[in-house]
C-alpha cells in the first residue's frame, strides 16, 4: 500500500493534510500551500503518488489538468507493509 517516506516528504504530505485532509485538490493549490516553485512541486507530488500516498486523476476533458486526494492510509495498512518488508529481508 503506502511506501515509506523520507522525513521532508512526510513534512510535505502534512502541509497537504492540514490543508485538504481527504479532499481534492488541483495542482495549483497544492503549489500554493507547498510554496515551492512549479517544477519542485510536481516532483513531490509525483513521489507522494509513486509511494502509494497519494492518488492523482486527469480530468477527462482536459488531460493536462490533475487532481490529487490524499489517500485514507489506515495503521494497520502501514503495519502490514512493514510486516510484508521484514518477510521479503528487506
Do not use: C, H
Not at 513521489?47 to 497519494?54: D, H, I, K
Request: net charge negative; proline share 2%; hydrophobic share 40%.
Amino acid at each position: 500500500m503506502a511506501a515509506y517516506l523520507p522525513r521532508f516528504l512526510l513534512k510535505y504530505l502534512s502541509q497537504l493534510y492540514q490543508e485538504f485532509s481527504f479532499n481534492e485538490f488541483n495542482f495549483q493549490d497544492a503549489v500554493k500551500v507547498l510554496d515551492l516553485d512549479v517544477g519542485y512541486a510536481g516532483q513531490v507530488l509525483s513521489r507522494l503518488v509513486e509511494a502509494g500516498w497519494v492518488a492523482k486523476k486527469r480530468d477527462p476533458s482536459d488531460l493536462r489538468k490533475k487532481s490529487y486526494r490524499i489517500l485514507n492510509v489506515t495503521f494497520d495498512d502501514i503495519m502490514r507493509d512493514i510486516g510484508d518488508a521484514a518477510d521479503d529481508g528487506e
